[in-house]
């Protein structure tokens, strides 16, 4: 009987659970060994007996997971039907990635209706409630298609952007021009860091010829006050993944698109710093392109490919093309679509699944990697 009272002196709640379910177990025995020579209780006694067993074995102890949900393009005056899935799924982090409405004005009173028209979404603001929210933007909720550092408003936009993401007015990337900044999930050896890059306030004009943009080697996309961040943010990071987020698509090329490839230079000095810093497990993640795809590129100094995952659009979507990309996994999906990133601590490895799900919450595309490593506390 001296069992029950003292399963508190376990150490964890699971172990109490077993300490609890074992000690109950032995004085199930006790009573049945003293009821055994009678006959008419024996076959319920074996029975509670077969039950207890079972709890004690099938126990398992929980796996810590964190999942992050994401994406991109979505016209605050469309229909939004992904964010019942989007609820639905419980992510521990919300993350746009830019085009999160589409304002394509110059007139800040214009734009901020429309953040006030996104903000009255029912559903989002459901999401708002239960879920932390973060992100970064592109040309559509910036100022106009294709803007750069050349918008005369930028200022402006920045602080009704950091509005709509509910960032306090004492934030310091209040105080800087651009709105990158970082943001970290989890604690300890179970921590995600979001690197929010802005590609928009700082990017040189694209090199326009015939309405063709061609690539503009002399042009940058962050400037240099947010390069020097950037590389200090890469170096000192001691998550066990990093997240590179980024308005524009990194690693695509051979189209006439306005990504990264746009401004080779600039590309390639964003995946050489990766190379020179060597954050651990960096994966990119990305949106406006109107469809979803998988991209992997092999860099110095990582055992394993980087990958990039594209979410986008959530409120429209264009026809998939198999051409302009030689990094592209698989092929791309034309639907509306929003990304999902779960992070399983498995001990001495992570593993992390990516997904493009749909409407539905169907996995459109799935990509799993395992990362190796001590990562229990």
Same mark, same amino acid.
């Given at each position: 009987?001296?069992?029950?009272?003292?399963?508190?002196?376990?150490?964890? @709640?699971?172990?109490?659970?077993?300490?609890?379910?074992?000690?109950?177990?032995? $004085?199930?025995?006790?009573?049945?060994?003293?009821?055994?020579?009678?006959?008419? !209780?024996?076959?319920?006694?074996? !029975?509670?007996?077969? $039950?207890?067993?079972?709890? !004690?074995?099938?126990?398992?102890?929980?796996? @810590?997971?964190?999942?992050?949900?994401?994406?991109?393009?979505? &016209?605050?005056?469309?229909?939004?039907?992904?964010?019942?899935?989007? !609820?639905?799924?419980?992510?521990?982090?919300? *993350?746009?990635?830019?085009?999160?409405?589409?304002?394509?004005?110059?007139?800040?009173?214009?734009?901020?209706?429309?953040?006030?028209?996104?903000?009255?979404?029912? *559903? %989002?603001?459901?999401? $708002?409630?239960?879920?932390?929210?973060?992100?970064?933007?592109? &040309?559509?909720?910036?100022?106009?298609?294709?803007?750069?550092?050349?918008?005369?408003?930028?200022?402006? /936009?920045? =602080?009704?952007?950091? &509005?709509?993401?509910?960032?306090?007015?004492?934030?310091?990337?209040?105080?800087?021009?651009?709105?990158? #900044?970082?943001?970290?999930?989890?604690?300890?050896?179970?921590?995600?860091?979001?690197?929010?890059?802005?590609? #928009?306030?700082?990017?040189?004009?694209? *090199?326009?010829?015939?309405?063709?943009?061609? @690539?503009?080697?002399?042009?940058?996309?962050?400037?240099?006050?947010?390069?020097?961040?950037?590389?200090?943010?890469?170096?000192?990071?001691? =998550?066990?993944?990093?997240?590179?987020?980024?308005?524009?698509?990194?690693?695509?090329?051979?189209?006439?698109?306005?990504?990264? /490839?746009?401004?080779?230079?600039?590309?390639?000095?964003?995946?050489?710093?990766?190379?020179?810093?060597?954050?651990?497990?960096?994966?990119?993640?990305?949106?406006?392109?109107?469809?979803?795809?998988?991209?992997?590129?092999?860099?110095?100094?990582?055992?394993?490919?980087?990958?990039?995952?594209?979410?986008?659009?959530?409120?429209?979507?264009?026809?998939? /093309?198999?051409?302009?990309?030689? %990094?592209?996994?698989?092929?791309?999906?034309?639907?509306?679509?929003?990304?999902?990133?779960?992070?399983?601590?498995?001990?001495?490895?992570?593993?992390?699944?990516?997904?493009?799900?749909?409407?539905?919450?169907?996995?459109?595309?799935?990509?799993?990697?395992?990362?190796?490593?001590?990562?229990?506390?």
């Amino acid at each position: 009987m001296f069992v029950v009272p003292i399963y508190w002196l376990a150490p964890t @709640p699971l172990a109490q659970g077993l300490f609890f379910t074992f000690g109950n177990l032995l $004085l199930l025995r006790m009573v049945i060994g003293s009821y055994m020579m009678k006959s008419t !209780l024996k076959p319920l006694l074996m !029975l509670a007996l077969l $039950l207890l067993k079972s709890l !004690l074995v099938t126990a398992q102890p929980d796996i @810590p997971h964190t999942r992050i949900a994401f994406g991109s393009c979505n &016209d605050q005056d469309d229909p939004q039907p992904l964010w019942a899935d989007i !609820l639905a799924a419980k992510p521990d982090l919300w *993350l746009w990635l830019g085009d999160n409405i589409y304002a394509d004005t110059h007139d800040m009173d214009t734009l901020a209706s429309k953040y006030h028209r996104q903000l009255r979404q029912p *559903l %989002y603001i459901q999401l $708002l409630q239960t879920t932390p929210v973060t992100g970064t933007w592109d &040309d559509h909720d910036f100022g106009y298609n294709d803007a750069g550092k050349e918008f005369e408003k930028k200022a402006q /936009s920045q =602080a009704l952007f950091l &509005d709509f993401m509910g960032i306090p007015d004492t934030a310091a990337v209040r105080r800087q021009a651009g709105i990158y #900044r970082s943001y970290t999930l989890g604690e300890g050896p179970r921590k995600v860091k979001i690197i929010l890059l802005d590609v #928009r306030y700082h990017r040189d004009k694209l *090199l326009d010829v015939f309405g063709l943009y061609l @690539p503009n080697y002399a042009g940058d996309v962050l400037g240099e006050a947010q390069w020097q961040w950037l590389e200090k943010e890469l170096a000192s990071s001691d =998550a066990q993944i990093n997240l590179i987020a980024s308005g524009l698509q990194v690693l695509p090329n051979g189209h006439a698109y306005t990504n990264w /490839s746009a401004f080779p230079s600039a590309r390639k000095r964003l995946l050489h710093l990766l190379e020179t810093t060597r954050p651990a497990n960096p994966i990119l993640l990305s949106g406006d392109r109107h469809v979803g795809e998988l991209a992997k590129i092999n860099l110095q100094g990582y055992t394993q490919p980087i990958y990039e995952i594209t979410s986008s659009g959530m409120t429209h979507f264009r026809k998939p /093309s198999t051409k302009g990309n030689k %990094y592209r996994v698989g092929e791309q999906v034309g639907a509306l679509n929003f990304g999902l990133l779960d992070v399983t601590w498995q001990g001495s490895s992570i593993e992390v699944t990516m997904q493009i799900r749909g409407v539905g919450n169907e996995a459109l595309i799935e990509q799993q990697l395992t990362f190796t490593g001590n990562y229990t506390q």
